[in-house]
T-cell receptor, first 112, second 108 residues
């Protein structure tokens, strides 16, 4: 049973560029959440998608946007990249509201 | 706004030396408290969910407990493979709010 898979594993971009990260949820899960984890910190909630709609959003600017597809997979898009966007981006999926979220191993994004 | 504070930041134990990690929280309406384990270069791995004060969950050498203001992760007779960062999170609405974690090192 495949867990949450994310691609790519590593990515290097320069300031001002745009990036798209991808996530496939665990089999049977329909809810996908995205988190940003800076070095030495806990993950910070970006937003959650359910039934292809953004259900809740954390304190992140509009440069961060997302999408969920009919097969429940999801994308995170970040525009106009800043040096401070360098972090590990984690995707988590869950079976239902309030159920435990299961994480992928993330995409390490480095901004030069 | 939810706040989660974990202590200590780092803990070094000898193999077999039991101890506890603390997670204190403030949340307007607790929907669940979650413990995760994170290894370097990996995503958090789910360990436990606790929903109400007095609840306890166990898994191998780990036991999680919950009160109205804090949660403890007790580790009994740890082994080197228990070395990791342990993260605590509270759920409000759909989001999880995480603490900064406790980095646990078990010395053989």
């Amino acid at each position: 049973d495949a867990g949450v898979t994310q691609s790519p594993t590593h990515l290097i971009k320069t300031r001002g560029q745009q990036v798209t990260l991808r996530c496939s949820p665990k089999s049977g899960h329909d809810t996908v959440s995205w988190y940003q984890q800076a070095l030495g910190q806990g993950p910070q909630f970006i937003f959650q998608y359910y039934e292809e709609e953004e259900r809740q959003r954390g304190n992140f600017p509009d440069r961060f946007s997302g999408h969920q597809f009919p097969n429940y997979s999801s994308e995170l898009n970040v525009n106009a990249l800043l040096l401070g966007d360098s972090a590990l981006y984690l995707c988590a999926s869950s079976l239902a509201v309030g159920a435990p979220q299961h994480f992928g191993d993330g995409t390490r994004l480095s901004i030069l | 706004e939810d706040q989660v504070t974990q202590s200590p930041e780092a803990l070094r134990l000898q193999e077999g030396e039991s101890s506890s990690l603390n997670c204190s929280y403030t949340v307007s309406g607790l929907r669940g408290l979650f413990w995760y384990r994170q290894d370097p270069g990996k995503g958090p791995e789910f360990l436990f969910t606790l929903y109400s004060a007095g609840e306890e969950k166990e898994k191998e050498r780990l036991k999680a407990t919950l009160t109205k203001k804090e949660s403890f992760l007790h580790i009994t007779a740890p082994k080197p493979e228990d070395s990791a960062t342990y993260l605590c999170a509270v759920q409000e609405g759909e989001k999880l709010t995480f603490g900064t974690g406790t980095r646990l090192t078990i010395i053989p």
